[in-house]
C-alpha cells in the first residue's frame, strides 16, 4: 500500500511585532507551545525538527536560533532533524519534514522560522569577505535585494505594459486584509495617492513595495497521518510541493528578467497533483517585494505571462469574497516579515477557519502557497476538508 501524504497539525505563532527587544529563542519557545496547545500533542510527542538556514550568526535578526538551542530549551528527544543554508529557501524545513514522516524517519516534526531582524542592527561594513554572487554586485552599490528585484520590475514593466499603479493596488489591497489581522504591523489605512506619493527606495520599488522587517516566531507540526487520530484538528494535507532547481542560480544572469524561481517551482509543483489552477480556492504567495507576488501569479498559472497586473487591479478577483482571495492576512506587505512559514499559517488558520474577521466566507478548503523569489523558491498545494487519502 502506498504511503499516505503528509499533514499538518498544527500551527503556532509567538508575538509579532517591530523590535520586541526579545530574544529569538524566546520567541521560538512561545511559537512551540501555541502550535502544541493548538494540535493537542505534547512536547513527548515531538520527535523532529526543522528549520531553514538554521542559526545564521553572521546575519543579525536573520535566523537567530538553532536546532540544538531549541532542543534544549524544550527537553526534546529527536529521532530526526535537520536544517541548512541550501535548498528552496523558506520552505525547506517543511519540504524536508515531510519527506521525512513519509520515510518513517519522525512522526510529528516542527517546523519553525524565527526572525528579529527589526529589533537587530546590520552593519553591512562588517558583514566579512564577499562570497558567491555578492561580489559582483557590491561592486555597483546594489546593495539590497530591493536594487536587485527593481531590475526585473523594470523588465516586467517594459515586456507587458504594467504600471506602478498595479503594484499600488496590490499595496493598497494588502494593507485592508492587515487591518482585519490583530497582529499585522501595519494597519491604518492605505490609499493609492498615499503609495504612489511614498519615497521611492529603487526605481520603480517604493517604500509601500518593499515588506516589513519584524520579530516573531511561526511554527507548523508537520505529522505522519497515521499518527493524528484523536488530535484537536481534522489535519490538512499537503498534497504537493515543489521546488526545482533548473535554471542559473543567479539574480542578474537569469534568461528571463520578467519571472524568478517560482516559474519552475510551480511547475514541478503541479506535476505532482491531479489538481488544477481552477481547483484552488485562495492563494497565499510571497510578496518580499511587491512584483514578487505578481510573479507568482503567473507561475502558479492563476493568470497568462503579463496578466498579473491587471488581475490585481481587478478587486474582485483577489478581494476576501473574490474568485481568489490573496495573502488574506496582509502579507509581509503590511503584516510583517515572519518569511515564508508565515503564509503557511495563514494558508491553515483559513482552512480550518479559524481566520477571525479576515475568514474567507467562501469555500476554502483548497490553498496554493507560494514562498520565494530571485534564486529560490517552493510552491505547495494545501486540502482541507478530509480528503482522499
Known sequence: ??????????????????????????????????????????????????????????SPGFSPVSIPELHDAMGMDLNWYS?????????????????????????????????????????????????????????????????????????????????????????????????????????DPLTLDDYLSSRMISSPLCLYDCDVPADGSTVVIVSRR???????REPIQIEATGCRLEKRHSWDQAPDLTTMSMSSAAKSMWSRTGLTPNDVDFAELYDGFSIITLFWLEAFGFCGR??????????????????????????????????????????????????GRRQIQGPCNIAAVGVGGGTVAAAMILRGGNPIR
Not at 10 to 26: E, N, T, W, Y
Not at 318 to 329: D, M, S
Not at 338 to 347: P, Q, R, S, W
Request: glycine content about 12%.
Open 1 to 58: 500500500m502506498a504511503a499516505s501524504k503528509p499533514v499538518i497539525s498544527g500551527i503556532g505563532q509567538s508575538a509579532v511585532g517591530r523590535r520586541l527587544g526579545r530574544s529569538g529563542l524566546d520567541l521560538t519557545v512561545e511559537a512551540v507551545k501555541d502550535a502544541l496547545q493548538h494540535s493537542g500533542l505534547s512536547i513527548k510527542d515531538i520527535d523532529g525538527v526543522a528549520c531553514w538556514p538554521g542559526r545564521a550568526a553572521a
Open 83 to 187: 536544517g541548512g543554508g541550501e535548498g528552496p529557501g523558506q520552505l525547506s524545513s517543511v519540504i524536508n519534514a515531510a519527506a521525512a514522516v513519509t520515510t518513517g524517519l519522525a512522526d510529528h516534526v516542527i517546523c519553525f522560522r524565527t526572525v528579529t531582524e527589526s529589533s537587530a542592527r546590520t552593519d553591512l561594513r562588517s558583514s566579512g569577505p564577499l562570497t558567491d554572487w555578492m561580489q559582483w554586485l557590491l561592486p555597483f552599490h546594489a546593495y539590497s535585494a530591493a536594487n536587485w528585484t527593481a531590475l526585473y520590475a523594470q523588465r516586467y514593466f517594459h515586456e507587458f505594459g504594467a504600471t506602478r499603479e498595479s503594484l499600488g493596488a496590490l499595496a493598497v489591497h494588502s494593507r485592508n486584509n492587515a487591518a482585519l489581522n490583530p497582529k499585522a504591523i501595519y494597519r
Open 226 to 232: 497515521e499518527c493524528t487520530s484523536g488530535l484537536r
Open 306 to 355: 503579463g496578466e498579473a497586473a491587471d488581475f490585481v487591479m481587478d478587486n474582485s478577483n483577489i478581494a476576501l469574497n473574490g474568485k481568489l482571495p490573496l495573502n488574506t492576512h496582509g502579507g509581509q506587505l503590511s503584516a510583517g516579515r515572519t518569511h515564508g512559514l508565515g503564509f503557511v499559517h495563514e494558508a491553515c488558520a483559513q482552512i480550518w477557519r479559524e481566520a
